[in-house]
C-alpha cells in the first residue's frame, strides 16, 4: 500500500512539475510586473476624447461611467494605492473623498457595457473594479 502511495505522489509531483510559475521567478528575486493587454493602457484623456467624440456623433449615451477600484479610509494609504493602481492599469486614477473613505477611480466610459467589460477583462488580471455611474 505505501508502494502506490509513493507511485501517486510522485506521479502528482511530475504532472505539477512543468513551467516556472510568476511565483518562482519571485523567489528567484526577480520582480514580477503582468503583461497587460494595450487596450488597457488607456488613460483619462483619450476616454475623454472619446467621450467627446461620441457626442458629437449624436450616439446615444446613458451617462457616464468609470470603474471604483478601492475605497481607503486613510489619506496617505490611499495616496499609495493610487500610485500602484495606476502603475497596474495604466489609468489616471483620481481619489475621491466621499466621507469617511477616500475612493480610488479611474476611466471613463459612456455605456455601462464597455465599463463592464473593461471590469472584466481587468479582472483577468487580477485588478478588482466595479462600475459606478457618476452622472
Same mark, same amino acid.
Do not use: H, P, W
Given at each position: #500500500?505505501?508502494?502506490?502511495? $509513493?507511485?501517486?505522489? /510522485? /506521479?502528482?509531483?511530475l504532472t505539477w512539475a512543468g513551467e516556472p510559475t510568476d511565483l *518562482? @521567478?519571485?523567489?528567484r528575486g526577480k520582480e514580477y510586473k503582468p503583461e497587460l493587454n494595450s487596450s488597457l493602457r488607456d $488613460?483619462?484623456?483619450?476616454? *475623454?476624447?472619446?467621450?467627446?467624440?461620441?457626442? @458629437?456623433? =449624436?450616439?446615444?449615451? *446613458? =451617462?457616464?461611467? #468609470? /470603474?471604483?477600484?478601492? %475605497?481607503v479610509a486613510d489619506f496617505d494609504?490611499?495616496?499609495r494605492r493610487r500610485a500602484q493602481i495606476?502603475?497596474? $492599469?495604466g489609468f489616471a486614477i483620481q481619489v475621491v473623498f466621499d466621507a469617511p473613505f477616500y475612493k480610488l477611480r479611474g476611466g471613463g466610459w459612456t455605456t455601462k457595457k464597455a465599463a463592464d467589460d473593461k %471590469?472584466?477583462?481587468l479582472s483577468a488580471y487580477n485588478i478588482n473594479a466595479f462600475v459606478v455611474k457618476i452622472r
Open positions: #500500500m505505501q508502494k502506490i502511495l $509513493t507511485i501517486a505522489a /510522485l /506521479l502528482c509531483a *518562482d @521567478s519571485l523567489f $488613460t483619462s484623456k483619450v476616454n *475623454d476624447a472619446a467621450v467627446a467624440k461620441n457626442a @458629437s456623433k =449624436g450616439k446615444a449615451s *446613458d =451617462g457616464y461611467y #468609470m /470603474l471604483q477600484f478601492e %475605497a494609504a490611499a495616496q495606476a502603475a497596474s $492599469t %471590469a472584466r477583462e
